[in-house]
């Protein structure tokens, strides 16, 4: 063991350097734990604003796509007062007709089904047309022809083997019940007569029931 003396005449006590005390590094501690606290808060705070930001950006966001797809709506001619109301119980359809077309006109003739591979006659059946009341010669209107088929002669038209008319594409269905199929012509407005527009609307309101067979 050492036994030098730490008597006030021994320099090893001038050599000595005090330890830093302790209490000098607790402000530095409490200080650094009070500077955790608060950059914790503001973090939560920033997280906080973020997310609420957010919430309302993607809640303004899904407003606008919804206003941008919702579908335009088109009123159709049965929201309006439908005093006329055109009924088939032979072939199973009705069309509700607005006033302005009060006093229309019936008329009855008749479509050729053509072969496809020969271009022969081999079926024929009943066109229905409602004609609007204000129709003349010198002012013709648009017409409202609808076509009526079986189910198999239906079935031909889409199979490709009968065309029932010069243009390239089918009738489009109406409405069918369980004897008739109730089609409109392809191309029947291209004319773009008077009225054109309010007679696609009305003929696309057609209803289809069964038959009434007297």
């Not at 000595?16 to 590094?25: A, D, G, I």
């Not at 309101?205 to 009434?212: D, G, H, M, N, Q």
Request: aromatic share 12%; net charge neutral; proline share 9%.
């Amino acid at each position: 063991m050492d036994n030098t003396s730490f008597a006030p005449g021994n320099n090893s006590i001038h050599n000595y350097v005090p330890p830093p005390k302790l209490e000098s590094s607790v402000p530095k501690l409490e200080r650094k734990h009070f500077w955790n606290h608060k950059f914790f808060f503001t973090c939560t705070l920033i997280v906080l604003f973020a997310g609420a930001g957010f919430a309302s950006l993607w809640q303004i966001q899904n407003q606008i796509v919804s206003q941008e797809i919702a579908p335009v709506f088109t009123p159709r001619a049965t929201e309006v007062p439908a005093l006329n109301i055109y009924q088939n119980n032979q072939y199973g359809f009705s069309i509700a007709l607005p006033d302005s077309w009060g006093g229309y006109t019936v008329l009855n003739s008749q479509w050729q089904g053509r072969n496809v591979a020969t271009s022969k006659v081999t079926a024929t059946g009943p066109i229905i047309t409602l004609r609007h009341p204000l129709w003349t010669t010198a002012s013709p209107r648009e017409d409202m022809p609808m076509m009526i088929f079986t189910p198999a002669q239906w079935a031909l038209i889409q199979g490709e083997k009968m065309a029932v008319s010069a243009a390239p594409i089918p009738p489009s269905i109406l409405g069918q019940n369980s004897k008739y199929v109730i089609a409109l012509p392809a191309r029947y407005n291209y004319d773009y007569k008077t009225g054109w527009e309010e007679v696609d609307q009305l003929v696309h309101t057609l209803t289809a029931f069964e038959p009434v067979v007297k």
